[in-house]
C-alpha cells in the first residue's frame, strides 16, 4: 500500500510567527516550564479509534472517509495496514505515545479463541512498531460496548455468560498493555448503565460492577503490572445514565468497594461538560480526592447535547484545568491523549494533522499560563489568605476532632459577637487570570 501520509513531512515547530499550517507554533518540546521539559508536563497521545478506526459516519450518514485500511483486503491484512498508517502518522506528529482499544487495532473473530489470536498476533506487531519508532503506550482498554452482545452492559450485564465474556476480553488487554509497556489501563463503562428502571436492578448491577473492577485490579497485581487502573467517567450517552456518572460519583463507587486506593480516574473535557460541569472542576475534584491520573483531550459544542469529541481549541479554559493538574502535583504517569476527531466533512489525509497540530499547540499556550499562574503567586495567596483561619490553632483543633459541637457553641454565646463575611472577590481573581492570558 502507497503511503497514505507520504505527502506530509514530520511537524516541527517553527515558532508565532510561522504561516505553515503543518507546523507547531507554541509546542516546543524542549522549552523548559517550572524545571521540566514541555514534552514531559504534557505527555501527548494520540488515539487509535477516532483518527483510524472512525469512518465519518453519524446517525444520520453513511461513512464519508475513505481510507486504504478500510477496504481491499482481509480484516488481518486490513489491521496490518491500519498498523503500518496509524504508527506513520503518530511518528510524524511527534506524540511520544498513543492509545488504543482491542478492536482498534485487531479485528472480532468468528469465535473468541479467534478474537483472542487475533488480537495477540497484532500486538505483537504492535510491539515491533514500537521498538523501531521509539513509540510509547500510554494507556490500553478493551472495547465493551460496541458489539450487540454487550448492548445491555458488559460488567453490569444480567447475564453472567457475557460478564465472562468481557472479563476474557479485558484480561487479554491488560496483558497486551502490560506486554506493550503501557504506563496505565482505562476502563470506559459506555454501556454500564441503565436505559430504563423497569427492567434493572440497580443494586445488583452495581455489586457486579465493584467485583468486576476488584478482579480487574487483583490481576494487575497478579501480572505484575505497574500502571495505574484507571475509570473513566461519563453521565450518559450511549447508556440514558452511566454508573462512572463524574468524578465524585466515581471515589464514591471506589470507597463503597474498597478501591479508593486502587483505581483513578481518566477525566475528558467533553464527557465533564456532558455531567453539567467545566473541565477544571472536574480535575479539582480528583486532585482533591487523591484519584487524579490522566487527561482526555478534547471539547464538546455547547449548542448540541452529546459527545462531539472536538478538538480543544480555547487556551483560558484549558490553562485552568493544567493550572489544577500542576497543582495536584501533575499526572505521574497519565498524559494528555488526544480523544478527538477531525470533522466528518474533513476528509484529507492533512486534516488529521491540523487538529492535532491545533490541539497541541493550545495546550503548549495553556501551559505557558499556567506557569504565570504559579509563579505569579497571587491566585494561591489569595486562596490561602480566604482559607487562613483553618491554619490557626483552633481551627486545626476542629478539624482534627479535639473540640464539640457544645464547646464551639457555648464559645459563640460567650463572645457574643458577630462575625462579618468577607468579600470572595471572585471578579479580581477573574481578571487577573484574563490579565495572565493576554
Known sequence: MT?????IAPIRYEGAASENELAFKHYDKDRLVLGKRMEDHLRFAACYWHNFVWTGMDPFGGATFERPWFQGGSPMELARAKADAAFEFFQKLGV??????????A?????????????QRIVDLLGEKQQATGLKLLWGTANLFSHRRFMSGAASNPDPELFKMAALQVRDAMDATLKLGGENYVLWGGREGYETLLNTRIGQELDQLGRFLNMA???????????AILIEPKPREPSKHQYDFDTATVY????????EKE???NIEANHATLSGHSFEHEIATAGALGILGSLDMNRGDPQLGWDTDQFPHNVPE?????????????LGSGGLNFDAKVRRQSIDAADLFHGHIGGMDVCAQALLVAEKMITDGRLKAAVDARYAG????????????????????????ARNTDVAPVSGRQEVLENLVNRLCG
Open 318 to 330: 484549558t490553562a485552568l484545568a493544567l493550572y489544577h493538574v500542576l497543582q495536584a502535583g501533575g
Open 107 to 119: 479485528p472480532e473473530g468468528a469465535t473468541p479463541r479467534e478474537s483472542h489470536e487475533n488480537f
Open 390 to 413: 483553618w491554619d490557626s490553632a483552633q481551627g486545626q483543633d476542629i478539624l482534627q476532632g479535639r473540640c464539640t459541637l457544645d464547646q464551639l457553641a457555648d464559645e459563640v454565646l
Open 3 to 7: 503511503s497514505y501520509f507520504q505527502h
Open 252 to 259: 464514591g463507587f471506589l470507597v463503597r468497594y474498597g478501591l
Open 263 to 265: 483505581v483513578k480516574v
Open 217 to 227: 485490579v487483583e490481576y494487575k497485581h497478579k501480572i505484575g503490572f505497574k500502571g
Open 96 to 105: 511520544p505515545y498513543y492509545c488504543f482499544h482491542d478492536r482498534d487495532v
